[in-house]
């Protein structure tokens, strides 16, 4: 017998994706259910970590993983559609949203410490089998803690998650230079760090400039202009350099495991262009591969779709 919930998130995926406006499942089939986000702290290694959560906790668990300058805020249009179905967690980094930001002085900004702290939260709550959703900074977080605990993953989310050598843009051959020697190139970093800039990850491209909030950049802005900040994100940006030389460990990792695995890329995005999309399908021949008229932040233009894409794909799998 096919559950009535399974059922209900299926018709919604449908009618998203036919472009109708999904309809509010009747209650009966939504009592265990629950698509208000609450919000929680958890202290993880002496650090107060700030997350969303959605959904019912008997359910499949979805964990997604933010970018740069965002914080789990960046998933707050797709939460509510996906915890039809499922039982979504989303926390903020140390060091961005409403986590703790504790100084360089106390905490090492790399992603081998964030993938660690984010690895011993997932542990903290419980979850011991879950999706992962990847966008931007939480792709080199996130195969870090699926390469730590390889028996957590279900399945695979990649939404402008570079993991390939050709999924980098032209821009990145400057911000190299700033791996070479980051005391002689300090205007990467102030560029990279920006109002202009910050506003461009999300519209530069875009075929659709109606859909994008303004505050959405604004309090990115805000975020990476507090005391502090401009120091931790240079680290990190200098770190950066160890997810690329990274990349064939994952892909090796991908090649191993394969997991179930779902793409959904803005294609517009200069900074990981459509290539890095289309690589997965390299070492997962089994993906399934989405390039969307959208940007860096393809939530920002794509959210229905993306959220349909999204109940199909784990729903045909048995998640």
């Given at each position: 017998?096919?559950?009535?919930?399974a059922v209900a998130a299926a018709t919604f995926a449908a009618s998203l994706l036919a472009g109708h406006a999904a309809a509010r499942p009747a209650e009966s089939a939504m009592e265990s259910n629950s698509t208000t986000t609450t919000y929680h702290r958890a202290t993880v290694d002496g650090l107060t970590i700030f997350y969303r959560e959605a959904g019912p906790r008997d359910a499949a668990t979805i964990v997604l993983l933010h970018g740069f300058p965002s914080s789990s805020r960046s998933f707050d249009t797709l939460i509510p559609l996906l915890a039809t179905r499922y039982h979504l967690i989303a926390p903020d980094f140390p060091g961005f949203g409403h986590s703790d930001v504790p100084p360089p002085s106390k905490y090492t900004y790399t992603f081998d410490h964030l993938a660690e702290t984010t690895d011993h939260f997932l542990t903290q709550l419980g979850i011991e089998k879950c999706a992962f959703f990847l966008h931007d900074y939480g792709g080199p977080i996130g195969f870090r803690v699926m390469m730590a605990q390889p028996k957590r993953v279900a399945a695979l989310i990649v939404s402008n998650a570079n993991a390939y050598q050709e999924g980098l843009g032209a821009k990145w051959a400057e911000r190299?230079?700033?791996?070479?020697?980051?005391a002689a190139h300090p205007e990467v970093i102030e560029g990279f760090a920006s109002f202009a800039t910050t506003e461009q990850r999300h519209t530069l491209g875009t075929s659709h400039p109606e859909r994008y909030n303004p505050d959405t950049w604004t309090d990115e802005f805000a975020f990476l202009s507090r005391p502090g900040q401009r120091e931790i994100q240079a680290d990190l940006f200098y770190d950066y350099r160890t997810n690329v030389a990274a990349y064939p460990a994952w892909q090796a990792w991908l090649r191993e495991h394969k997991p179930p695995t779902l793409v959904v890329w803005?294609?517009?995005?200069?900074?990981?262009?459509?290539?890095?999309?289309d690589a997965y399908k390299r070492d997962v021949p089994e993906a399934e591969i989405h390039q969307l008229d959208a940007g860096h932040f393809a939530l920002d233009e794509k959210n229905d779709e993306i959220a349909a894409l999204i109940l199909q794909f784990l729903s045909h799998r048995g998640f």
């Open positions: 017998m096919i559950k009535p919930i190299a230079k700033y791996w070479e020697d980051r803005g294609k517009n995005d200069p900074s990981f262009i459509a290539a890095g999309g």
